[in-house]
């Protein structure tokens, strides 16, 4: 999860090279750097942000016509300057500056190969292997465009690159697999970048490289080729589209609200999310840092601290990480365990999740963690530069972008999927994930957006639903297993936004107590995947329609639930197994937006709460 920009211009491209850093570092921010071609590679790095790498260029009168930059997230090689990218490479020379971002799985081979063929090697990162295997076939082609075919061809895993050559400063050749990157047609230059935001500044032209998509480009002209299939090449054509992304990327845009945008963008980030493996055979620990493959090994349990919205993604998590990886997980309320005297075990895992990344309670939890002697951390996280992200040994971001509205939305299912994830290779690394389930599960994971899009379809019935909740001053919301949570953050959703008094209650609970409360006033939500606790979760809603509740229940295609007087269904369009907390959460999002603006409240704003918690 890195960022690129690259550009062949008629006039200096340092300004737009380091502003397309800087509206990339959402992206990554470990370490920064900047090469040029201009009488010879010549290349900036450094550690710290890119607002250090742009006084550095200033004060070296940093300048030329052709470049490519990068802001990195570490995954291959703790963050440093001898890690950060641009890499070189040559036998002899400089002979081409590389960047990249994404995951070679076979690097290791592939640099065990090339050090035996007289290749050194002077960083941790998979991204030099691309640097001295391209300057290998450099040595039996001249042709850089021909060099990087034949080189990414022995590449396995995910990967947008940008290549320089130090003999022909008028081009760079850029490619993709699996990760990001456009071209920006400009008028006095052609720039590539991963991002659309990068380029806004200097063009709105631009082209979205597909899999397998090799280009090379010119100051007034570029060239694509694809070699997706059989390795076999040949020239396509790409469509020039203008884009419609505004500079600022806060704008509400055609939306009501920044809640309805956000609901709705959950399809795209999500995919955004899984960039890394949708593309890719199977899942590398290497996807939450460069230590994760040791600390993951030494890891024997699993806490999870977090606030809100995003406890119950970590109430989500417990269900899947004892299921499917067989490891023990405490799922703990931030501000309750900063305060109490929890057993330790050293060897337990310590996960904080935040949207913000500053959320008081949930960094507070975590130096108390390590204080009582815990020794490995992991922030998941949707702000690069925030105090979370700086805190833990590990990370991940995920990629929800920004979320003005108060209630949380894409940012949930976003820390759901990197959740999944987490999973998935601590299965694997405990040995309880084979071979094939892991594919069948990315093959999942591969089709959540298109699974979030359909569920995205159901929102005319909820508005229906929305019109009766409105006159309403109570609910309950009723969930089974790892569907529980996700009752407890429907509940939320509603009482954040609409003020309406909302609970949620494992469906099992009902006569330990909330049955009393069912009455025709008492609207009952229910959530009823086709799941092994069906059956069970029928018997709980007999008991609200024996009371005189009035039952709105989410179900998947074949629950086998019907509607009848009091009793009222929308259908998702598939079951989605361990992943169906996701979908769920979507129609019960749309519920709470459109039961808010049946009452009128402010849905972006809701009275007595802030959008980031950095007080106690």
């Known amino acids: 999860?890195?960022?690129?920009?690259?550009?062949?211009?008629?006039?200096?491209?340092?300004?737009?090279?380091?502003?397309?850093?800087?509206?990339?570092?959402?992206?990554?921010?470990?370490?920064?750097?900047?090469?040029?071609?201009?009488?010879?590679?010549?290349?900036?790095?450094?550690?710290?942000?890119?607002?250090?790498?742009?006084?550095?260029?200033?004060?070296?009168?940093?300048?030329?016509?052709?470049?490519?930059?990068?802001?990195?997230?570490?995954?291959?090689?703790?963050?440093?300057?001898?890690?950060a990218h641009p890499h070189f490479a040559g036998k002899k020379s400089k002979e081409v500056a590389v960047v990249h971002n994404g995951i070679i799985e076979n690097h290791e081979l592939l640099r065990q190969r090339l050090e035996n063929d007289g290749f050194i090697f002077t960083s941790d990162t998979d991204t030099e292997v691309i640097a001295h295997l391209i300057s290998f076939h450099l040595n039996e082609t001249p042709d850089l465009f021909e060099a990087v075919c034949r080189a990414i061809a022995e590449l396995q895993g995910a990967y947008a690159i940008a290549v320089m050559e130090e003999s022909r400063p008028e081009r760079i050749v850029v490619c993709r697999n699996g990760a990001p990157l456009l071209l920006g047609l400009g008028d006095s230059g052609n720039y590539a970048a991963s991002d659309a935001s990068a380029l806004l500044q200097v063009t709105r032209r631009m082209i979205y490289l597909e899999d397998g998509d090799v280009a090379e480009l010119h100051r007034d002209s570029y060239r694509i080729i694809n070699c997706l299939h059989d390795n076999v090449c040949k020239e396509v054509t790409r469509t020039v589209q203008e884009s419609e992304l505004s500079n600022d990327?806060?704008?509400?845009?055609?939306?009501?609200?920044?809640?309805?945008?956000?609901?709705?963008?959950?399809?795209?980030?999500?995919?955004?999310?899984?960039?890394?493996?949708?593309?890719?055979?199977?899942?590398?620990?290497r996807l939450f840092g460069s230590e994760a493959e040791n600390i993951f090994n030494n890891t024997d349990s699993i806490l999870i601290l977090a606030c809100g919205t995003s406890y119950h993604a970590g109430l989500v998590a417990r269900y899947w990480l004892e299921t499917v990886a067989g490891i023990p997980c405490n799922v703990e309320i931030a501000s309750e365990y900063r305060y109490r005297n929890p057993a330790v075990g050293p060897n337990?895992?310590?996960?904080g999740i935040s949207q913000s990344g500053e959320t008081a309670d949930t960094l507070a939890g975590l130096i108390y963690a390590k204080s009582l002697g815990h020794r490995y951390s992991l922030g998941i996280c949707n702000v690069a530069e925030s105090a979370l992200v700086r805190q833990?040994?590990?990370?991940?971001?995920?990629?929800?972008?920004?979320?003005?509205?108060?209630?949380?939305?894409?940012?949930?299912?976003?820390?759901?999927?990197?959740?999944m994830l987490f999973t998935m290779t601590l299965a694997k690394m405990r040995g309880k994930l084979s071979g094939e389930r892991e594919r069948e599960m990315i093959a999942e994971l591969r089709h959540l957006p298109v699974a979030l899009q359909n569920?995205?379809?159901?929102?005319?019935?909820?508005?229906?639903?929305?019109?009766?909740f409105a006159e309403k001053?109570?609910?309950?919301?009723?969930?089974?297993?790892?569907?529980?949570?996700?009752?407890?953050?429907?509940?939320?959703?509603?009482?954040?936004?609409s003020y309406i008094h909302a609970e949620a209650y494992a469906a099992g609970e009902l006569k330990h107590g909330p049955l009393a409360l069912v009455d025709k006033d008492m609207p009952v939500v229910a959530i009823a995947p086709n799941d092994t606790l069906l059956e069970k979760l029928k018997s709980n809603l007999q008991e609200v329609s024996a009371r005189g509740g009035e039952?709105?229940?989410?179900?998947?295609?074949?629950?086998?639930i019907q509607e009848s007087e009091g009793v009222h269904v929308i259908r998702l369009a598939e079951h989605a197994g361990l992943l169906s907390p996701i979908l769920h959460t979507i129609p019960l999002q749309l519920l709470a937006y459109h039961v808010a603006l049946q009452k009128g409240t402010d849905v972006d704003k809701p009275r007595n709460l802030a959008k980031s918690v950095t007080v106690e």
């Not at 939306?255 to 899942?283: C, D, R, W």
């Not at 569920?455 to 009766?468: D, N």
């Not at 089974?480 to 407890?488: D, E, F, K, N």
């Not at 039952?551 to 074949?558: E, G, I, N, R």
């Open 473 to 497: 001053s109570h609910a309950l919301f009723l969930g089974r297993g790892m569907h529980y949570p996700i009752a407890m953050e429907g509940a939320l959703k509603l009482k954040e936004i």
């Open 348 to 351: 337990t895992l310590v996960v």
């Open 455 to 468: 569920a995205l379809q159901v929102e005319p019935q909820v508005k229906a639903w929305a019109e009766r």
């Open 392 to 419: 833990t040994d590990l990370r991940f971001l995920t990629r929800a972008g920004p979320e003005i509205g108060v209630a949380s939305t894409k940012a949930f299912t976003t820390q759901l999927a990197a959740l």
């Open 551 to 560: 039952l709105y229940v989410f179900a998947d295609a074949d629950s086998r």
């Open 1 to 83: 999860m890195c960022g690129i920009v690259g550009a062949v211009a008629t006039s200096n491209i340092v300004p737009t090279l380091l502003e397309g850093l800087r509206r990339l570092e959402y992206r990554g921010y470990d370490s920064a750097g900047i090469a040029l071609n201009n009488g010879g590679l010549h290349r900036l790095r450094t550690t710290g942000r890119v607002a250090e790498l742009s006084k550095l260029a200033d004060s070296q009168n940093f300048s030329g016509e052709t470049g490519i930059a990068h802001t990195r997230w570490a995954t291959h090689g703790a963050p440093s300057e001898r890690n």
């Open 249 to 285: 990327a806060v704008e509400m845009g055609p939306y009501a609200h920044f809640m309805q945008k956000e609901i709705f963008e959950q399809p795209g980030v999500v995919a955004n999310t899984l960039e890394m493996v949708l593309n890719a055979q199977s899942i590398s620990p």
